[in-house]
């Protein structure tokens, strides 16, 4: 009888254990947060027009503000590691390519303070502007099922190609070179 307990608890915790793993392994990754991306709206389209604070001084900014620069918009949250580990790259094209009217705009998804965005920028020296998102933001740019994502926009402020999940250097700068020269 003792036994028929055990194995009627560890049959019961062992379903439990699996609904919760159902539940959470999809969100397991910490990057996605939308739908089935079926919406996803496919470049070109114009870079909205939206205003956000910036984490690293507090001031408001407009995307508009760009035109008239080839601008990487990076979409990304500190607590998702493909993220910050794309951050490097990025920088490395801000400080390479920001004398040549090119830009890296980082879009933190991070809810609450901009606190932690600022101590993770200023701890990677990142030197390029991060802005505080939201899923109003990111419905702006299409149907964004996880981060990071990023968008390459031309001079003319469009929108001209998407990149889902990290890329590394090499692959943003051949795209990049493309637009700027």
């Given at each position: 009888m003792v036994q028929d307990k055990r194995v009627r608890y560890g049959l019961a915790g062992v379903l439990v254990c699996l609904f919760v793993l159902a539940m959470v392994v999809p969100r397991a990754g910490a990057w996605f947060f939308g739908s089935d991306g079926d919406n996803a709206k496919k470049p070109p389209f114009p870079l909205p027009?939206?205003?956000?604070?910036?984490?690293?001084?507090?001031a408001t900014v407009n995307l508009s503000s760009y035109k008239g620069k080839v601008v990487l918009v990076n979409f990304w949250a500190t607590w998702c590691p493909p993220c910050v580990g794309e951050m490097p790259d990025m920088n490395r094209l801000y400080k390479e390519l920001k004398d040549k009217n090119f830009t890296v705009v980082g879009i933190s998804m991070d809810t609450?303070?901009?606190?932690?965005?600022?101590?993770?920028?200023?701890?990677?020296?990142?030197?390029?502007?991060?802005?505080?998102?939201?899923?109003?933001?990111?419905?702006?740019?299409?149907?964004?099922?996880?981060?990071?994502?990023?968008?390459?926009?031309?001079?003319?402020?469009?929108?001209?190609?998407?990149?889902?999940?990290?890329?590394?250097?090499?692959?943003?700068?051949e795209d990049i070179e493309e637009v700027l020269w």
């Open positions: 027009e939206a205003s956000m604070k910036s984490a690293l001084d507090g609450g303070s901009e606190r932690p965005v600022k101590a993770l920028a200023d701890k990677m020296g990142i030197a390029y502007p991060i802005l505080m998102g939201s899923n109003n933001i990111a419905k702006q740019f299409g149907e964004i099922i996880g981060i990071p994502v990023s968008f390459l926009v031309d001079r003319q402020g469009k929108v001209i190609k998407r990149y889902d999940g990290p890329r590394g250097y090499n692959v943003f700068l």
